[in-house]
Nanobody
Framework: QVQLVESGGGLVQAGGSLRLSCTAS????????MGWYRQAPGKQRELVAA???????NYADSVKGRFTISRADTKNTLYLQMNSLKPGETAVYYC??????????????WGQGTQVSVSS
């Protein structure tokens, strides 16, 4: 089992910045890709950014050039630097981790989410 705890959310004005963190604990070995997702009220959860253990990254088109995902495996921590935030990006931001097992099993784990509110 892997536990994920997000932090760093809050209220920021449009154009401002926030840095989200997600710390993994428990059986953190064999974690492969990790990512950030967000869910606004009344909308489906969507991918914001993802990063593999080889450091390949993938971003939603809407955040390219403004958000940066990174990970520090020695600290079991995932980050999301968010710049030039927009009011429409108000949402709960979730951390996700994908894990594989020696027997070929695959698991995914989610954090509890952290609220990001962007005021106009």
């Amino acid at each position: 089992q892997v536990q994920l705890v997000e932090s760093g959310g809050g209220l920021v004005q449009a154009g401002g910045s926030l840095r989200l963190s997600c710390t993994a604990s428990g059986s953190v070995f064999r974690i492969n890709a990790m990512g950030w997702y967000r869910q606004a009220p009344g909308k489906q959860r969507e991918l914001v950014a993802a990063i593999t253990n080889g450091r390949s990254t993938n971003y939603a088109d809407s955040v390219k050039g403004r958000f940066t995902i990174s990970r520090a495996d020695t600290k079991n921590t995932l980050y999301l630097q968010m710049n030039s935030l927009k009011p429409g990006e108000t949402a709960v931001y979730y951390c996700k981790a994908d894990q594989s097992t020696l027997m070929g099993g695959k698991y995914e784990y989610w954090g509890q989410g952290t609220q990001v509110s962007v005021s106009s």
